[in-house]
């Protein structure tokens, strides 16, 4: 089963970080966060990767070329121009890569890696840029159940700011400190399943898969949800990239559920 990883964007609100290099880039501990969102579907035996890049591609493709030599032990033979790799630990994977072009929006990029998806079976796509002690099995259990086109993950927001609740007499009766889910409700978590026959309502690289082609599948109820209750993160601000390194550097990431 394919795993599509959307990695094309501009990352414009982590300038800090991506002025020289794409956003999954970005290192979480020694290895960019695309490494652990490919590493979290690795652990449930998904291996076979396609990766939408567009913005500085080039690193990504630069990254995957040396993964060997990152990962193993080297012996460089000069007299017969040979390259010997041991001690692996590199993960079995197969990974394609393709610029989807550096304007192209996020249903575009579906579209244009349309063609190296197996027909009649579904494939898990997700951003380069969010981590989760997901459950993925049970994700594509629930999305088999029900004859859909796409079914999310549903997670509560981070909180971000401290929640206090007054009395009449502007007292405070509870204050709770950034709780989780902000009192808004669930959004996307941005692990999805979906199905080859999504493609039919993508027509242009400018179109957004989350203002144009989501709508449409809401519309003909053809779009579930899977409630995710655990460990859910965004990488969208330099605090969020600093909080994500804290956890990995304090051994307490929760989206590492992998030896």
């Given at each position: 089963?394919?795993?599509v990883?959307?990695?094309?964007g501009?990352?414009?609100?982590?300038?800090e970080?991506?002025?020289?290099?794409?956003?999954?880039?970005v290192?979480?501990g020694?290895?960019p966060i695309l490494?652990?969102i490919m590493?979290?579907?690795?652990?449930?035996?998904?291996?076979?990767?396609?990766?939408?890049?567009?913005?500085?591609?080039?690193?990504?493709?630069?990254?995957?070329?040396?993964?060997?030599?990152?990962?193993?032990d080297?012996?460089?033979?000069?007299?017969?121009?040979?390259?010997s790799?041991t001690?692996?630990?590199a993960?079995?994977?197969?990974?394609s890569?393709?610029?989807t072009?550096?304007?192209?929006?996020?249903?575009?990029?579906?579209?244009?890696?349309?063609?190296?998806?197996?027909?009649?079976?579904?494939?898990?796509?997700?951003y380069?840029?969010?981590?989760?002690?997901?459950?993925?099995?049970?994700l594509l259990k629930l999305?088999?159940?029900n004859d859909?086109?796409?079914?999310?993950?549903?997670v509560e927001?981070?909180g971000r700011?401290?929640i206090?609740?007054l009395?009449?007499?502007?007292?405070v009766?509870?204050?709770s400190e950034?709780?989780t889910?902000?009192?808004?409700?669930?959004?996307n978590?941005?692990?999805?399943v979906?199905?080859?026959?999504?493609?039919?309502?993508?027509e242009?690289?400018n179109?957004?898969?989350?203002?144009?082609?989501?709508?449409?599948?809401?519309k003909q109820?053809?779009l579930?949800?899977y409630?995710?209750n655990?460990?859910?993160?965004?990488?969208?601000?330099?605090?969020?990239?600093e909080?994500?390194k804290?956890l990995?550097?304090?051994?307490?990431?929760?989206?590492k559920?992998w030896?």
């Open positions: 089963m394919k795993v990883i959307l990695a094309g501009l990352g414009t609100r982590l300038s970080e991506t002025l020289l290099k794409p956003k999954p880039m290192e979480i020694p290895k490494w652990h590493k979290i579907f690795y652990s449930f035996g998904f291996n076979d990767f396609i990766i939408c890049g567009g913005y500085k591609v080039n690193i990504i493709k630069e990254f995957f070329n040396n993964y060997l030599l990152y990962t193993h080297v012996t460089f033979d000069y007299s017969n121009s040979k390259v790799y001690n692996p630990i993960e079995n994977w197969k990974v890569i393709v610029d072009g550096l304007d192209t929006n996020t249903a575009g990029r579906i579209k244009r890696i349309s063609s190296l998806l197996n027909d009649n079976e579904p494939f898990f796509f997700t380069g840029d969010g981590l989760a002690d997901i459950n993925l099995n049970e999305h088999k159940k859909g086109l796409a079914t999310l993950t549903a927001p981070p700011f401290g206090v609740n009395n009449t007499e502007n007292q009766e509870t204050f950034k709780p889910g902000d009192r808004r409700g669930r959004i978590g941005g692990f999805f979906l199905e080859k026959e999504i493609i039919k309502y993508i242009k690289d179109q957004s898969f989350e203002y144009d082609v989501l709508p449409q599948i809401v109820n053809k579930f949800a409630n995710h655990g460990f859910w993160r965004p990488m969208d601000t330099v605090r969020d990239l909080n994500l804290s990995w550097n304090q051994n307490n990431a929760p989206w559920i030896d």
